[in-house]
């Protein structure tokens, strides 16, 4: 076969999968008949009892009073404050142990955790042919990805033209060139690994096929979106992928958390794809193409203002795909969903898709020096602001998404700056070691039977010794620090700041790292070190998860470790520099150049010892601090933090907290002006259609009315007064005619 | 004695009929207050005519020809109706028939 047929067939292999989870699935699935909850006793209203834990943790603890500083409540408070000491039992009965909701059910709930020792196992038969194709695909991609990198081909796949209506035509095609080669690795690897995965974790879910259905599906359709060659077809996948993630983030659709999140995820992109399907837009419209190639060569020809608009209207789909701010606000509620899901779409591969675009489009953005400054501006704001956020968030699976939402910002900080090679570089190691601390919180919250709130775990080292090892992975590259992944191309895109003069870029770049590095490692000692915090009996039944669950861990530790060791030596001139050369030189030509602040014109060709070491050396002094500040708080002096807040000068600790834990607000802003505004906004049109609408229409009848009831009264039925009526008007037409004769 | 007379007349004639048709009660003496009028007119009608006011060939005479085949037509259609009604009704008086208000 050719490396082309292997590239359309790429994409077709999980939309087979797709087809055949929804048809056949349902069929071959049995569950057993009225469920685990029979066999399980006590131990099944235990389980019960986590139906609620979504991401709020408000709600479920609700007696713990946030806006004090208090990380971690003592022995006695969290007994007293426990969902799981006291009334247990009434969650149990509400969720089905006494059958108000059937036990066997368990289709939208989303239980984690809660497959019985001894009970009846349901047989799953539906997940495996989805996987099997996303394995063959992944062969195929890595076949594709081999000839593209290492002998250095770029592939148009043509397969039929899609719409041909005057002079506008679209192909369906494909383009593999380094850039879509490295996403292909990512996507292909960490979508097969969470497949995998999702077979352990979503074990004793009813709507399993639906699960690996949806997942199919996504990943047919990120696989076209990073194939396409031409804008329309970027487009179609750009929206395919926000469906699945709707999809799948209200997965568990029973939970209410879960169906709000998915619509919040689903109308927030809108306000961006809104931007982005203008921008494809105005390119035809200007162009009268949407070919990457024939936009990128010709893109040169057009006013500059023109550009930029165009530009900044890409980039508003790009701030919504990857949750920038000020439409961040969806992916920390998207870890509603099941966490395969977050980590397969909102940490890997669905989230990168406006860094893709953005990078795609780099000819269109480097004739834009506004554009630029807006998407570096933007990446820098978002990384300080999400990692200042992280910091406070007790819910495991939060710390990782604003940790998201913080590293794609520090992509487009790349971007925005002219580094091309190093986001791309940032995302391609972002991509294995965020899924793979995606998946280890869900091992985590596995084991602990649906527990993710971290004031309520602790001490899971040594229950969960392969999670452990494979998170503090992940963690060390996530903070930063040497030979780990995330230290080479986070340190790789603050060279560049750097190197390029935007100092003050490059001061808030290094705050931002120390504070990654402080959450990261704040998360990693009250998950797995301490005592465990949880109820004493819950202790029991925390165990390491299942080989399906834990194996994906140690195969991503692996790219995790070696990704920058082997693509980011020399830093700055490493082996992806080389891959993506060709995809970035016109960009790389014209933007050094030109950017507002460079200093550096005409390209920067990395740094010898002096600044680089130094450099080096400050990326990776600031990802220690953060780790050592982190092991001191929260392992050797637990009230430290409390005395930092208190120690804040002016009494603002408190407050700079609460606004923290509150996510700044944004939330309750965008509530207040969006939802309650769009709500008295409806009410005031409501309003308007009943009276003034309405009234009109409603008037114009009873006008009718009230004058035919006056008319009526002429209808006597007597002929001779019709007669007289008659007569009266013969005498005035007469009258008429003598009158106006002259 | 010239045209006027005849249309003083005609006229005359024509009022006496209108003032039969409102004032009367009586269905048949309204439909003879019809043929009054229409007897109007045709008076009116052949007076033009004899003075050769409008036209040079007896159009007038032809018309009011017209007018009376038209009001022999009328009377007895106009007739069989008001006895039938007045079969149903049994009573001539239209003050009795005012079933088609509203």
């Given at each position: 076969?050719?490396?082309?047929?292997?590239?359309?067939?790429?994409?077709?292999?999980?939309?087979?999968?797709?087809?055949?989870?929804?048809?056949?699935?349902?069929?071959?699935?049995?569950?057993?008949?009225?469920?685990?909850?029979?066999?399980?006793?006590?131990?099944?209203?235990?389980?019960?009892?986590?139906?609620?834990?979504?991401?709020?943790?408000?709600?479920?603890?609700?007696?713990?009073?946030?806006?004090?500083?208090?990380?971690?409540?003592?022995?006695?408070?969290?007994?007293?404050?426990?969902?799981?000491?006291?009334?247990?039992?009434?969650?149990?009965?509400?969720?089905?142990?006494?059958?108000?909701?059937?036990?066997?059910?368990?289709?939208?709930?989303?239980?984690?955790?809660?497959?019985?020792?001894?009970?009846?196992?349901?047989?799953?038969?539906?997940?495996?042919?989805?996987?099997?194709?996303?394995?063959?695909?992944?062969?195929?991609?890595?076949?594709?990805?081999?000839?593209?990198?290492?002998?250095?081909?770029?592939?148009?796949?043509?397969?039929?033209?899609?719409?041909?209506?005057?002079?506008?035509?679209?192909?369906?095609?494909?383009?593999?060139?380094?850039?879509?080669?490295?996403?292909?690795?990512?996507?292909?690897?960490?979508?097969?690994?969470?497949?995998?995965?999702?077979?352990?974790?979503?074990?004793?879910?009813?709507?399993?096929?639906?699960?690996?259905?949806?997942?199919?599906?996504?990943?047919?359709?990120?696989?076209?979106?990073?194939?396409?060659?031409?804008?329309?077809?970027?487009?179609?996948?750009?929206?395919?992928?926000?469906?699945?993630?709707?999809?799948?983030?209200?997965?568990?659709?029973?939970?209410?958390?879960?169906?709000?999140?998915?619509?919040?995820?689903?109308?927030?992109?809108?306000?961006?794809?809104?931007?982005?399907?203008?921008?494809?837009?105005?390119?035809?419209?200007?162009?009268?193409?949407?070919?990457?190639?024939?936009?990128?060569?010709?893109?040169?020809?057009?006013?500059?203002?023109?550009?930029?608009?165009?530009?900044?209207?890409?980039?508003?789909?790009?701030?919504?795909?990857?949750?920038?701010?000020?439409?961040?606000?969806?992916?920390?509620?998207?870890?509603?969903?099941?966490?395969?899901?977050?980590?397969?779409?909102?940490?890997?591969?669905?989230?990168?898709?406006?860094?893709?675009?953005?990078?795609?489009?780099?000819?269109?953005?480097?004739?834009?020096?506004?554009?630029?400054?807006?998407?570096a501006?933007?990446g820098v704001?978002?990384a300080?602001?999400?990692?200042?956020?992280?910091?406070?968030?007790?819910?495991?699976?939060?710390?990782?998404?604003?940790?998201?939402?913080?590293?794609?910002?520090y992509m487009?900080f790349a971007l925005g700056i002219g580094a091309w090679v190093a986001a791309i570089f940032h995302?391609?190691s972002?991509?294995?070691?965020?899924?793979?601390?995606?998946?280890?919180?869900?091992?985590?919250?596995?084991?602990?039977?649906?527990?993710?709130?971290?004031?309520?775990?602790?001490?899971?080292?040594?229950?969960?010794?392969?999670?452990?090892?494979?998170?503090?992975?992940?963690?060390?590259?996530?903070?930063g620090i040497p030979?780990?992944a995330g230290f080479f191309s986070k340190d790789e895109i603050l060279g560049e700041a750097f190197g390029r003069g935007y100092y003050l870029f490059w001061a808030v770049g290094l705050v931002v790292a120390f504070?990654?590095?402080?959450?990261?490692?704040?998360?990693?000692?009250?998950?797995?070190?301490?005592?465990?915090?949880?109820?004493?009996?819950?202790?029991?039944?925390?165990?390491?998860?299942?080989?399906?669950?834990?194996?994906?861990?140690?195969?991503?530790?692996?790219?995790?470790?070696?990704?920058g060791?082997?693509l980011g030596i020399p830093p700055e001139g490493g082996?992806i520099h080389?891959?993506l050369?060709?995809?970035f030189?016109?960009?790389e030509?014209?933007?050094a150049?030109?950017l507002?602040g460079s200093i550096a014109?005409?390209g920067h060709e990395g740094f010898g010892l002096w600044p680089g070491g130094v450099l080096l050396l400050a990326g990776a002094s600031v990802g220690?601090?953060?780790?050592?500040?982190?092991?001191?708080?929260?392992?050797?002096?637990?009230?430290?933090?409390?005395?930092?807040?208190?120690?804040?000068?002016?009494?603002?600790?408190?407050?700079?907290?609460?606004?923290?834990?509150?996510?700044?607000?944004?939330?309750?802003?965008?509530?207040?002006?969006?939802?309650?505004?769009?709500?008295?906004?409806?009410?005031?049109?409501?309003?308007?259609?009943?009276?003034?609408?309405?009234?009109?229409?409603?008037?114009?009848?009873?006008?009718?009315?009230?004058?035919?009831?006056?008319?009526?009264?002429?209808?006597?039925?007597?002929?001779?007064?019709?007669?007289?009526?008659?007569?009266?008007?013969?005498?005035?037409?007469?009258?008429?005619?003598?009158?106006?004769?002259? | 004695?010239?045209?006027?007379?005849?249309?003083?007349?005609?006229?005359?004639?024509?009022?006496?009929?209108?003032?039969?048709?409102?004032?009367?009660?009586?269905?048949?003496?309204?439909?003879?207050?019809?043929?009054?009028?229409?007897?109007?007119?045709?008076?009116?009608?052949?007076?033009?005519?004899?003075?050769?006011?409008?036209?040079?060939?007896?159009?007038?005479?032809?018309?009011?020809?017209?007018?009376?085949?038209?009001?022999?037509?009328?009377?007895?259609?106009?007739?069989?109706?008001?006895?039938?009604?007045?079969?149903?009704?049994?009573?001539?008086?239209?003050?009795?028939?005012?079933?088609?208000?509203?």
């Amino acid at each position: 076969m050719t490396v082309e047929s292997l590239i359309a067939l790429i994409p077709a292999l999980p939309l087979a999968g797709f087809l055949f989870a929804v048809l056949v699935g349902p069929r071959i699935d049995r569950m057993p008949a009225h469920g685990h909850d029979a066999h399980g006793g006590g131990h099944a209203d235990d389980h019960g009892s986590h139906s609620g834990h979504g991401g709020e943790s408000h709600d479920t603890h609700g007696e713990v009073d946030d806006s004090t500083f208090r990380p971690i409540p003592s022995e006695e408070e969290q007994r007293a404050t426990s969902p799981h000491a006291g009334h247990a039992d009434d969650l149990a009965n509400s969720n089905g142990a006494d059958g108000v909701i059937p036990a066997d059910l368990n289709d939208g709930i989303g239980q984690v955790g809660h497959v019985v020792e001894g009970g009846p196992r349901p047989v799953y038969r539906s997940w495996w042919v989805p996987t099997l194709l996303v394995a063959i695909g992944w062969v195929f991609s890595m076949v594709v990805f081999a000839n593209v990198i290492f002998g250095g081909h770029t592939y148009h796949v043509s397969l039929y033209e899609w719409i041909g209506s005057g002079s506008f035509h679209v192909q369906i095609a494909f383009l593999v060139d380094g850039l879509t080669a490295m996403l292909l690795l990512v996507v292909s690897t960490v979508g097969l690994l969470v497949h995998v995965y999702s077979i352990g974790y979503m074990d004793g879910d009813r709507g399993l096929w639906r699960f690996f259905a949806y997942l199919n599906l996504f990943m047919f359709s990120m696989l076209l979106l990073i194939l396409g060659d031409n804008f329309l077809m970027l487009y179609v996948g750009w929206e395919a992928v926000g469906l699945c993630s709707y999809l799948l983030i209200g997965f568990w659709y029973k939970k209410p958390s879960a169906a709000g999140a998915a619509k919040k995820a689903f109308i927030v992109n809108r306000v961006g794809d809104f931007g982005f399907g203008l921008g494809i837009m105005m390119i035809w419209t200007l162009l009268g193409t949407l070919d990457f190639e024939q936009v990128f060569a010709s893109i040169g020809t057009l006013d500059p203002t023109a550009i930029t608009v165009i530009s900044l209207l890409l980039f508003a789909g790009a701030v919504g795909k990857s949750a920038q701010f000020p439409l961040h606000v969806w992916l920390p509620d998207a870890m509603e969903g099941p966490t395969p899901v977050s980590a397969l779409i909102h940490a890997a591969t669905m989230v990168n898709a406006g860094v893709y675009m953005v990078a795609r489009a780099n000819p269109i953005f480097a004739h834009s020096p506004t554009a630029m400054w807006v998407v570096a501006s933007i990446g820098v704001f978002t990384a300080i602001f999400a990692a200042a956020i992280a910091l406070t968030q007790n819910d495991i699976k939060k710390v990782l998404a604003y940790s998201t939402v913080s590293q794609l910002a520090y992509m487009f900080f790349a971007l925005g700056i002219g580094a091309w090679v190093a986001a791309i570089f940032h995302l391609v190691s972002h991509g294995f070691f965020k899924g793979l601390l995606f998946m280890g919180s869900g091992s985590v919250i596995h084991g602990a039977a649906g527990e993710q709130d971290m004031r309520f775990l602790g001490g899971l080292r040594d229950r969960m010794r392969w999670t452990y090892v494979t998170m503090v992975v992940g963690s060390l590259a996530l903070a930063g620090i040497p030979i780990f992944a995330g230290f080479f191309s986070k340190d790789e895109i603050l060279g560049e700041a750097f190197g390029r003069g935007y100092y003050l870029f490059w001061a808030v770049g290094l705050v931002v790292a120390f504070m990654t590095a402080f959450y990261t490692f704040r998360m990693v000692y009250m998950t797995f070190h301490g005592k465990w915090r949880g109820p004493r009996d819950a202790w029991q039944h925390v165990h390491e998860s299942a080989p399906a669950i834990v194996t994906p861990l140690v195969i991503l530790a692996v790219p995790t470790i070696l990704v920058g060791l082997f693509l980011g030596i020399p830093p700055e001139g490493g082996l992806i520099h080389g891959w993506l050369e060709e995809v970035f030189r016109g960009a790389e030509e014209l933007g050094a150049g030109i950017l507002p602040g460079s200093i550096a014109a005409g390209g920067h060709e990395g740094f010898g010892l002096w600044p680089g070491g130094v450099l080096l050396l400050a990326g990776a002094s600031v990802g220690a601090a953060g780790i050592w500040l982190a092991y001191r708080w929260y392992v050797l002096d637990p009230e430290a933090p409390a005395r930092f807040v208190a120690r804040i000068p002016l009494g603002l600790g408190p407050g700079m907290y609460a606004a923290s834990v509150n996510k700044y607000y944004v939330d309750d802003l965008y509530g207040l002006v969006w939802a309650r505004g769009g709500v008295v906004l409806g009410n005031a049109l409501w309003w308007f259609d009943a009276k003034v609408i309405d009234g009109a229409v409603n008037g114009a009848g009873w006008l009718a009315q009230r004058y035919g009831a006056l008319l009526r009264r002429s209808q006597t039925g007597h002929v001779q007064n019709y007669a007289l009526g008659m007569a009266a008007g013969l005498v005035v037409v007469l009258v008429a005619f003598l009158v106006f004769r002259s | 004695m010239g045209l006027q007379a005849y249309l003083v007349v005609s006229a005359m004639l024509f009022g006496i009929g209108m003032f039969g048709f409102l004032a009367r009660r009586n269905a048949i003496l309204m439909l003879i207050s019809i043929e009054l009028m229409l007897n109007a007119v045709n008076l009116s009608l052949v007076a033009f005519n004899a003075y050769a006011y409008y036209a040079q060939n007896d159009t007038g005479a032809i018309f009011s020809l017209l007018v009376m085949a038209v009001a022999a037509a009328e009377a007895t259609v106009g007739l069989a109706l008001v006895i039938a009604i007045i079969r149903t009704r049994q009573t001539p008086e239209v003050d009795e028939y005012s079933d088609l208000k509203e």
